[in-house]
């Protein structure tokens, strides 16, 4: 049964909102691959989710690290074990295991749990963040730009 994206695992942040949709679409790509039979398939699909995934838990880490979230080692470490333990199903696939199942229970299970307490609780600080920085460059924007061509 694939993971359906819906209002309750958003943050609130669009952003990041996206990138957790495209890693629901990824992860649905698994299961996919399992119907079909295709451990081709699946390694591929694993590839593109794992290099998404880095990218993402990146991005994530920047914005939470920028505003000052006093738990961003403690998430970043959170995203070096499931890193870990993901890349650990991938080289399981590439020796020639089906891990589908496990590999999908186990990513579904997790980025709900994650989206639904971990990253909601660096919402406020980083909306606040983001919401100073719009300030800041509004009244950057607003001085010389707007005298010049006001």
């Known amino acids: 049964?694939?993971?359906?994206?819906?209002?309750?695992?958003?943050?609130?942040?669009?952003?990041?909102?996206?990138?957790?949709?495209?890693?629901?679409?990824?992860?649905?790509?698994?299961e996919l691959a399992h119907q079909h039979h295709s451990q081709k398939e699946l390694l591929v699909v694993l590839d593109e989710l794992v290099d998404y995934t880095l990218s993402h838990f990146e991005f994530e880490e920047s914005l939470i690290e920028e505003a000052g979230y006093p738990f961003t080692k403690a998430h970043k470490k959170v995203h070096a074990l499931f890193t870990r333990r993901v890349q650990g199903y991938q080289q399981r696939a590439k020796a020639g295991e089906d891990v589908t199942e496990e590999l999908t229970h186990t990513l579904k299970t997790w980025l709900v749990n994650h989206i639904k307490h971990d990253d909601r609780d660096y919402t406020g600080v980083v909306k606040d963040n983001m919401n100073e920085a719009t300030k800041r460059v509004k009244a950057k924007s607003g001085s010389w730009m707007s005298r010049l061509f006001g």
Not at 8 to 26: A, F, K, M
């Open 1 to 30: 049964m694939s993971l359906q994206w819906s209002s309750d695992l958003e943050i609130g942040i669009p952003v990041i909102d996206s990138q957790h949709q495209r890693i629901v679409e990824y992860i649905n790509g698994v």
